[in-house]
């Protein structure tokens, strides 16, 4: 089945504790990007990947890092956990121009 | 910079009334256009995507949406709405060129009354 797996759902973790959460797909997609939803604000993107080793800046990449050492995996790490950094957040994959993203269901991430 | 603006951010029906959801972009160049929908505690999905062509594009779910040009706007109708469509509905618009960057609107969250 054609996916996008993040890991985990859900996290609840302390300020300044260096987290990485996983994003894997695997319909060979050569973009994937991160999203933060936050309530009034919709979906706002922290960081792209157009292909291997390609990476850039979203909207709001502050506070976070991206890695893509291979196609399937586009983590994002947050060396430094805050708490205004408490959010959902969506992995995305996409096949191109013409294709829509596929989404991943989400990791719900607490910082106390 | 491009942006969408959802102009209804709450939207309440009855079922089987007419649904017609606002989208306007702001964009200098070539746009692709989609909708997208989140199902209570679930990840968005693609309804619909237009790209060229026709300017009225159907997706799923009896769902449809139209594209016009002159007014910057990508509007999603549906003759006769469901208790199931219940969702927040998710506007967004990319850059047609290889880059992509696709923005997102806020979100209009639909609650339909059975």
């Known amino acids: 089945e054609a996916q996008v797996t993040q890991n985990p759902r859900y996290l609840i973790t302390v300020t300044g504790k260096k987290l990485t959460v996983t994003c894997s797909q695997n319909m060979n997609h050569e973009y994937m990007s991160w999203y933060r939803q936050d309530p009034g604000l919709g979906l706002r993107q922290i960081y792209y990947s157009m292909n291997v080793e390609v990476t850039d800046k979203g909207d709001v990449p502050e506070g976070y890092k991206v890695s893509r050492k291979e196609k399937r995996n586009f983590p994002l790490i947050l060396e430094s956990p805050s708490p205004n950094q408490t959010s959902l957040y969506f992995c995305?994959?996409?096949?191109?121009?013409?294709?829509?993203?596929?989404f991943g269901s989400g990791t719900r991430l607490t910082v106390v | 910079a491009q942006s969408v603006s959802q102009h209804n951010h709450h939207v309440i029906l009855s079922e089987a009334a007419s649904l017609e959801l606002g989208c306007n972009y702001s964009y200098g160049g070539t746009v692709n256009l989609f909708w997208y929908v989140q199902y209570p505690g679930q990840h968005l999905q693609l309804l619909l995507k237009y790209f060229s062509g026709d300017p009225l594009v159907k997706g799923i779910k009896g769902f449809e949406a139209e594209f016009i040009k002159s007014k910057f706007s990508f509007n999603l109708r549906k003759p006769s709405v469901q208790w199931s469509d219940t969702a927040e509905y998710f506007c967004?618009?990319?850059?047609?060129?290889?880059?992509?960057?696709?923005?997102f609107g806020t979100g209009t969250k639909l609650q339909v009354i059975p």
């Open positions: 995305a994959s996409s096949s191109g121009e013409q294709g829509g993203y596929t």
């Open positions: 967004a618009v990319k850059d047609s060129g290889g880059y992509q960057k696709v923005t």
